[in-house]
């Protein structure tokens, strides 16, 4: 369904997100590297010059990982006391895993919501006095 028949609904624009594929027409992808967005959709032509995603996405990730890692961490060190170097060999891979996995869906999800709320840098209105 493209934004010439009707607009994307929410579990729509989410499903696009997750998928890392363009905000409007969901074919095109949106990425050209790992992070790295393409200057517009191959399918429909949109160009992406809008996103800005900032650090959100990293922000989510972060807490997200740090509340398993933490929390597993925690119930290893209170269970079984294992020396440091089991801590590292088991939290360091999976700190990797927690983090960068999700990093790209998280960040597209970010920029497909941005584009289905119509989200931009806010503009000063200058008031006339009555």
Same mark, same amino acid.
């Given at each position: 369904?493209?934004?010439?028949?009707?607009?994307?609904?929410?579990?729509?624009?989410?499903?696009?997100?997750?998928?890392?594929?363009?905000?409007?027409?969901?074919?095109?992808?949106?990425?050209?590297?790992?992070?790295?967005?393409?200057?517009?959709?191959?399918?429909?032509?949109?160009?992406?010059?809008?996103?800005?995603?900032?650090?959100?996405?990293?922000?989510?990730? &972060?807490?997200?990982?740090? @509340?398993?890692?933490?929390?597993?961490?925690?119930? *290893? /060190?209170? #269970?079984?006391?294992?020396?440091?170097?089991?801590?590292?060999?088991?939290?360091?891979?999976?700190?990797?895993?927690?983090?960068?996995?999700?990093?790209?869906?998280?960040?597209?999800?970010? &920029?497909?919501?941005?584009? @289905?709320?119509?989200?931009?840098?806010?503009?000063? *209105? /200058?008031? #006339?006095?009555?």
């Amino acid at each position: 369904m493209t934004s010439e028949t009707a607009p994307a609904t929410l579990s729509q624009t989410v499903m696009r997100g997750l998928g890392c594929k363009c905000p409007r027409c969901g074919e095109g992808k949106l990425y050209a590297g790992f992070l790295s967005l393409r200057p517009n959709c191959e399918a429909c032509g949109l160009d992406y010059a809008f996103i800005d995603a900032g650090d959100g996405p990293a922000v989510f990730i &972060i807490m997200i990982a740090g @509340f398993i890692v933490v929390g597993a961490a925690l119930v *290893v /060190e209170m #269970k079984y006391q294992p020396p440091f170097w089991v801590h590292a060999a088991l939290w360091g891979p999976l700190i990797l895993a927690t983090t960068l996995l999700p990093l790209r869906s998280m960040k597209a999800l970010l &920029i497909d919501l941005q584009y @289905f709320h119509k989200a931009a840098e806010g503009q000063l *209105v /200058e008031r #006339k006095p009555k």
